[in-house]
């Protein structure tokens, strides 16, 4: 069972806005590097965002601008704000979290986080 639980996702028209959650069991409160992946239809799954945990954001080259991450320590929460989206935006979008740093001005690779969620779907018609 996939410790951390998203929610948020949704269908939109290009252009609109969704903020997707994750939530995560209290023994995570220690965790340092959280981050957001997605997996388009036919594609690999690739970095979106990810924030240390003093709040320090990265962002693909594709969502800067327009995306924005942040995350509450306290509650253990991982929140992704998604304005302005467009058609290649819609994948299933997956949330991550590890007990090691985040490296600077670089996405961690999906390979390196030790907890995931299931995944949320994000659709953008155009």
């Known amino acids: 069972q996939a410790p951390l639980v998203e929610s948020g996702g949704g269908s939109v028209q290009a252009g609109g806005s969704l903020r997707l959650s994750c939530v995560g069991p209290g023994y995570m409160h220690r965790v340092n590097c959280m981050g957001w992946f997605r997996r388009a239809p036919g594609k690999g799954r690739e970095g979106v965002a990810s924030?240390?945990?003093?709040?320090?954001?990265t962002y693909a080259d594709s969502v800067k601008g327009r995306f924005t991450i942040s995350r509450d320590n306290t509650k253990t929460t991982l929140y992704l704000q998604m304005n302005n989206l467009e058609p290649e935006d819609t994948a299933m979008y997956y949330c991550?979290?590890?007990?090691?740093?985040?490296?600077?001005?670089?996405?961690?690779?999906?390979?390196?986080?030790?907890?995931w969620g299931q995944g949320t779907q994000v659709t953008v018609s155009s």
């Open positions: 924030i240390a945990r003093d709040g320090t954001p």
């Open positions: 991550a979290a590890r007990r090691a740093l985040c490296s600077a001005g670089a996405l961690p690779s999906q390979f390196t986080m030790d907890y």
